[in-house]
């Protein structure tokens, strides 16, 4: 391959051309998009000012065509910030109308754009509603979490939400049909203290769904635990033909999980072991299965020894 050898005059020239070169290319960039251009982009429908004597739904889609004038640098920002596609439109006239004309809100909607690019059009420009009955909710909130807690420390008690019931205005024929209200995610990591918090309300999907309030209050207590071994008599259930029945062995130990603060006040009343003897009768079991049926809430079983126990019936 050929090398091309330049002396010096001839590099200095060389330099000289691309440096003129590059800055005509900048010039020419800059130039183009200091230019106004029209150009046409989908920008989301957000409400405001809904009104409160009547439910409303939206008869077509949350976002529309808009029409935009403005430079190339104003057209280039509008596609990098996401802020700049959402439209707010003003309700207040469905008080008395069944529609609204986006045309006509044009200075107030261009007022309020975050990047200052002006739009001059709308597609559709008329927005049709339809009305209902207006009804008024009270539905349960409901807790969206993922919590790691710390090695031995977990939830020691019910979660407490206040307020633990929220109030949805809407359409009648669509809240009828809620049953409770999701707040946004509750994310911890390596928790090891209780957990006080303010979590907001998950929006509502539809602009004609008001929800109230949009913020509660979560307390989870946490605590340490620890392990404990207690030995538990076993009771037989369903001894319905009044067998005389021998189970080996009569008691079970059984290791569970328990707060720090409780360890002491713990005995073996707060717990029930049983075994079902129609497992034996109606499926032919040969050992039967123990089973915890009765236990304080904050403890959480580890072990049963034995699982299953061994039994002779006289007849």
């Not at 001059?120 to 049709?128: C, K, R, V």
Request: proline share 5%; charged share 20%.
């Amino acid at each position: 391959m050929a090398i091309i050898k330049l002396s010096v005059t001839e590099q200095r020239r060389a330099s000289v051309f691309f440096t003129c070169l590059i800055l005509a290319v900048c010039a020419w960039i800059v130039i183009t998009l200091s230019n106004t251009y029209t150009y046409n982009v989908k920008e989301i429908l957000n409400f405001k000012n809904v009104p409160q004597k009547r439910a409303f739904h939206s008869l077509q889609s949350d976002t529309v065509n808009v029409t935009v004038k403005g430079t190339g640098w104003q057209m280039l920002l509008s596609k990098m910030n996401e802020q700049n596609k959402i439209i707010k439109v003003d309700l207040r006239t469905l008080d008395s109308d069944a529609y609204i004309v986006l045309s006509l809100q044009l200075p107030a909607i261009n007022a309020e754009k975050a990047v200052k690019n002006e739009i001059i059009a709308f597609n559709p420009d008329t927005l049709y509603f339809d009305f209902s009955d207006r009804g008024v909710r009270r539905v349960p909130v409901q807790l969206v979490r993922s919590i790691n807690y710390q090695q031995q420390f977990t939830q020691s008690g019910d979660v407490v939400i206040k307020p633990s019931y929220v109030t949805i205005t809407g359409p009648s024929n669509r809240i009828d049909k809620i049953t409770a209200w999701q707040t946004d995610s509750l994310v911890l990591q390596n928790v090891s203290e209780n957990i006080n918090s303010s979590v907001n309300l998950a929006p509502s999907a539809e602009g004609n769904i008001s929800i109230s309030p949009r913020t509660v209050r979560i307390n989870i207590p946490v605590e340490e635990y620890t392990e404990k071994t207690m030995e538990l008599p076993v009771k037989l259930v369903a001894n319905n033909d009044f067998f005389n029945v021998k189970i080996f062995p009569q008691k079970v130990k059984v290791t569970f999980t328990t707060s720090l603060s409780r360890y002491a006040d713990i005995d073996e009343d707060m717990f029930e072991a049983e075994a079902n003897l129609d497992l034996w009768r109606l499926y032919g079991y040969s050992v039967l299965p123990v089973k915890i049926t009765r236990m304080p809430p904050f403890c959480k079983i580890v072990s049963i020894e034995p699982r299953n126990i061994d039994f002779i019936i006289k007849k």
